[in-house]
């Protein structure tokens, strides 16, 4: 009685070899070395390009998002507008402290600051510039962590209520520094029988910031509440209360209660109303930018099925010997395999590590571009932030790992599976 024939275990440390001894042949042996470099290099390049895309990508998302919280309102809390009996528009906030009280106790708000905000001029010497000012508080304007950053900022928050505090760009803008002197200029002012005269007011430079985005610091001010309010004729009265919350990302459940609390009047703008058409267009371009990136893989991972397909016209002698001494089908398949499949992991890897290593060094590597363009590598004022930012995610990462992984494994199923089907006899007819 015939005993049944043995099968082998897949994957079987004979595969391995064969299939090792095949991806290091050279060309003299049969071997397609050249179009296993290019296949390699292929796959390393298209995963480096993929995790450098989505590194900046989550990078310029945190950043953008981090200058909105970190020099923003999370939540706007104002009046809507009303007239009174001299039919003049009222949208002042007369009674902020009770309702900033009143608003602060809604669960999940952390923070609450009256507010009194106008456009004005800034003018020092012969520079003269557009800039929004802000009234606050010292101690509300202290819990901005964008604005207060120490590492970032010049001068002292504690001197806030002796002057005035501007954003880096509005000092570049007007040439000015610590202690200088300037004029903030509103045209409205003083009414007089010959109409309204502007109103002038100078100002110590006592704090100057830098909020990480150039909008912000080229425009902004911040004056004393108290201040203010007498410069704008908005004696006891704020314009809006700007509150902060533990969970930003989930400000919008926020508006019904505050809108409750703050009063039948009251209204909510959050920093997802504000912000929120460019966070979607962000969104957007990353799904573009993914799905245009993913086709450079499958073109890398393509090269592979070039390199099977002359490795196994090559081979087709070794194939049909290997069959004729008891190799199976699926042996034969296992084998070429692995050949593809090894490309496909080792260019993987090594398009991860280059990945890695661009995301973490980012500044670094932009340094080095910035000054071989002469400075003009990144311009401020287009791209609203003052660096290029990378921020590795494991998320992302693997995102490019299972879809380079992926592709090359399957593409190497086509033509491992020709090389399995093929007829040992048609192979050896001519050798």
């Not at 298209?46 to 919280?69: C, D, K, M, P, Y």
């Not at 803008?173 to 509103?186: E, H, N, P, Q, T």
């Not at 490019?400 to 048609?426: D, Q």
Request: aromatic share 8%; charged share 15%; with cysteine.
């Amino acid at each position: 009685m015939a005993k049944p024939a043995q099968t082998t275990a897949p994957f079987a440390p004979f595969e391995w070899m064969i299939a090792w001894r095949y991806l290091r042949a050279r060309r003299a042996e049969g071997g397609v070395s050249v179009m296993t470099w290019i296949s390699l290099i292929g796959i390393t390049l298209a995963v480096f390009a993929l995790i450098a895309t989505l590194s900046v990508r989550s990078g310029f998302r945190a950043e953008f998002v981090g200058t909105i919280l970190g020099a923003n309102a999370h939540v706007t809390v104002y009046n809507l507008a009303t007239v009174d009996e001299n039919g003049v528009s009222q949208t002042g906030i007369p009674d902020y402290t009770d309702m900033a009280a009143r608003v602060a106790q809604v669960p999940g708000v952390t923070h609450v600051a009256p507010l009194v905000r106008g456009q004005v001029m800034a003018n020092k010497g012969q520079a003269n510039t557009g800039i929004e000012v802000y009234g606050i508080d010292g101690a509300n304007l202290a819990n901005r962590p964008r604005i207060a950053n120490p590492e970032t900022a010049q001068g002292d928050l504690a001197n806030f209520d002796q002057g005035i505090a501007i954003g880096s760009g509005v000092a570049q803008a007007l040439r000015v520094g610590l202690g200088d002197r300037i004029k903030i200029i509103s045209p409205n002012g003083v009414k007089t029988a010959l109409g309204t005269s502007p109103r002038i007011n100078a100002y110590d430079v006592v704090y100057i910031f830098s909020a990480g985005r150039y909008d912000i610091d080229r425009t902004r001010a911040y004056l004393p509440l108290t201040e203010a309010q007498s410069f704008f004729n908005r004696e006891g009265v704020a314009d809006e209360l700007e509150v902060m919350v533990e969970d930003p990302d989930n400000v919008d459940a926020l508006s019904q209660p505050l809108m409750a609390a703050a009063g039948e009047r009251a209204m909510v703008w959050t920093w997802r109303d504000a912000s929120g058409s460019f966070l979607d267009a962000l969104d957007i371009e990353d799904r573009v930018m993914f799905v245009i990136l993913s086709i450079l893989v499958l073109i890398a991972a393509m090269n592979i099925v070039s390199g099977l397909i002359m490795l196994v016209k090559n081979k087709g002698r070794d194939i049909g010997i290997l069959r004729t001494m008891g190799l199976s089908e699926g042996s034969i398949l296992r084998v070429f395999f692995i050949c593809g499949a090894f490309t496909g992991i080792i260019g993987t890897a090594m398009g991860v590590i280059l990945g890695c290593l661009f995301a973490l060094y980012v500044d670094q590597i932009f340094g080095v571009v910035n000054w071989l363009s002469g400075g003009t590598a990144w311009d401020a004022s287009v791209r609203g932030i003052y660096f290029l930012p990378a921020k590795l995610q494991f998320g992302d990462v693997m995102s490019a790992v299972v879809l380079s992984l992926g592709l090359s494994f399957i593409v190497t199923i086509f033509p491992a599976r020709r090389a399995a089907r093929m007829n040992p006899v048609e192979a050896l007819r001519y050798e």
